[in-house]
Nanobody, 115 residues
Framework: QVQLVESGGGLVQAGGSLRLSCAAS????????MGWYRQAPGKQRELVAA???????NYADSVKGRFTISRDNAKNTVYLQMNSLKPEDTAVYFC?????????WGQGTQVTVSS
């Protein structure tokens, strides 16, 4: 079994920055990709950013140029640096991992951006 533990959410003013972390632990045989999704009230969960084991990244158009995803393979941890935050970035952010072709989710961390 794999566990994902997120940290780093909170309240920030528009234009500010936050850094999210997600550490994976447990039985990790093959790490394929990790990433972040978010879900705002009344909206569907959407991909924010993802990174593969080879280092390839993918971003939602709405966060390109503002968010950066990175990883520390030795620690099985993925980070999301969020800069120039906007009120529309307010959501619950979920860590996701594709490990041995199985999906795992974190419990979610709230990010609130005030205007």
């Amino acid at each position: 079994q794999v566990q994902l533990v997120e940290s780093g959410g909170g309240l920030v003013q528009a234009g500010g920055s936050l850094r999210l972390s997600c550490a994976a632990s447990g039985s990790i045989n093959r790490f394929n990709a990790m990433g972040w999704y978010r879900q705002a009230p009344g909206k569907q969960r959407e991909l924010v950013a993802a990174i593969t084991s080879g280092g390839s990244t993918n971003y939602a158009d709405s966060v390109k140029g503002r968010f950066t995803i990175s990883r520390d393979n030795a620690k099985n941890t993925v980070y999301l640096q969020m800069n120039s935050l906007k009120p529309e970035d307010t959501a619950v952010y979920f860590c996701h991992a594709d490990i041995s072709w199985q999906d795992y989710w974190g419990q979610g961390t709230q990010v609130t951006v005030s205007s």
